[in-house]
């Protein structure tokens, strides 16, 4: 069974430009979620989907930021446009079921943002 | 906002030796994640405790959950290189049963 894949692995790109991030949960896990860890600090929840629906966007930084997930399959990420303070790991996650939380998550290995 | 403390930041040991990781907060969680992480990849779950006071095994590996869930501890015995890592605890809370606090983690090299 293939994991949480993400692409790209790492993008750099300058200040303004736009990039997105894609992410293919394991099939069958309705409950996508985005983190993101910057140098030097925790990994930090951005936002959760249940299928197609957004949940809980509460951590998403600002409005450049824009996460998709139609049809309920994998999601995008995109952020327009970049700044440097953008730069770091973002990482998908998937999960079968939340409720009582004994679900575990399963990460992707992230994709590496450089903002110059 | 809850914030997860993890000491210490850096661990380097010789193989062999015992170790302990722990994970702090003034807050009560619902329940906590360890996760173990290597280079170029996502975190993966080690374990997950939810009840105060619960005790976990996993082979070498020791889990403890306060018993007022503001604290963990992760508990290496007999250290092997391949238990080099990243480990990070996550704790839910605070009216989400979802949304993972992390802390920032605890690097650990073990030394053939």
């Given amino acids: ?116 | 906002t809850q914030l997860l403390e993890q000491s210490p930041q850096f661990l380097s040991i010789q193989e062999g030796e015992n170790l302990t990781v722990y994970c702090n907060s003034s807050s009560v969680f619902s329940s906590l994640q360890w996760y173990r992480q290597e280079p170029g990849e996502g975190p993966v779950l080690l374990v997950t405790v939810v009840t105060g006071g619960e005790v976990k095994k996993l082979k070498r590996l020791t889990f403890q959950f306060g018993d007022a869930r503001k604290d963990s501890s992760l508990h290496i015995t007999a250290a092997q290189p391949g238990d080099t890592g990243l480990y990070l605890c996550a704790g839910t809370g605070g009216g989400s049963n979802y949304k993972l606090t992390f802390g920032k983690g605890t690097l650990l090299t073990v030394n053939p």
């Fill in chain 1, 1 to 116: 069974e293939a994991g949480v894949t993400q692409f790209p692995s790492h993008s750099v790109i300058e200040k303004g430009q736009t990039v997105t991030l894609r992410c293919d949960p394991i099939s069958g896990h309705d409950n996508l979620y985005w983190y993101r860890r910057v140098m030097g600090k925790e990994i930090k929840f951005l936002l959760h989907f249940v299928k197609e629906s957004k949940q809980d966007e509460s951590g998403m930084p600002n409005n450049r930021f824009l996460a998709e997930r139609t049809g309920g399959t994998y999601s995008t990420l995109k952020v327009q446009p970049a700044e440097l303070e953008d730069s770091g790991v973002y990482f998908c996650a998937s999960s079968i079921r939340t409720g009582v939380f004994t679900g575990e998550l399963f990460f992707g290995e992230g994709s590496r943002l450089t903002v110059l």
